[in-house]
């Protein structure tokens, strides 16, 4: 069974690059047909798509986003990490990492990230 876990600084301060990683278990990251993504909810709102990773290392960007995020992979810890430079307050959201086959499923339980000074 696949499961998620994010990890990296509760709070970053505006402007900064927020840097988040999550370790996969029960799984492969390099399995075909899998990507590995980040989505992140603030509070109040919807869910919004960052972007993710393939088997091949190959990325996707929210084009909302793609001036700011880098994702990228050590296979040899089965991680993917997610970084979003010149953070604001607005980007204040619990963000979560997750497995996309078929629909986003598993989701890592969310890790909150608050950005203030």
């Known amino acids: 069974q696949v499961q998620l876990q994010e990890s990296g600084p509760g709070l970053v301060k505006p402007s900064e690059t927020l840097s988040l990683t999550c370790t996969v278990s029960g799984g492969s990251i390099t399995t075909n047909s899998v990507v590995w993504g980040w989505i992140r909810q603030p509070p109040g709102k919807e869910p919004e798509w960052m972007g993710a990773?393939?088997?091949?290392?190959?990325?996707y960007y929210n084009p909302s986003l793609k001036s700011r995020t880098s994702i990228s992979r050590d296979t040899s810890k089965n991680q993917f990490t997610l970084q979003l430079s010149s953070v604001a307050p607005r980007n204040t959201a619990v963000y979560y990492c997750?497995?996309?086959?078929?629909?986003?499923?598993?989701w890592g339980q969310g890790t909150q990230v608050t950005v203030s000074s």
């Open positions: 990773i393939d088997a091949s290392g190959t990325t």
């Open positions: 997750t497995r996309g086959s078929k629909g986003w499923s598993p």
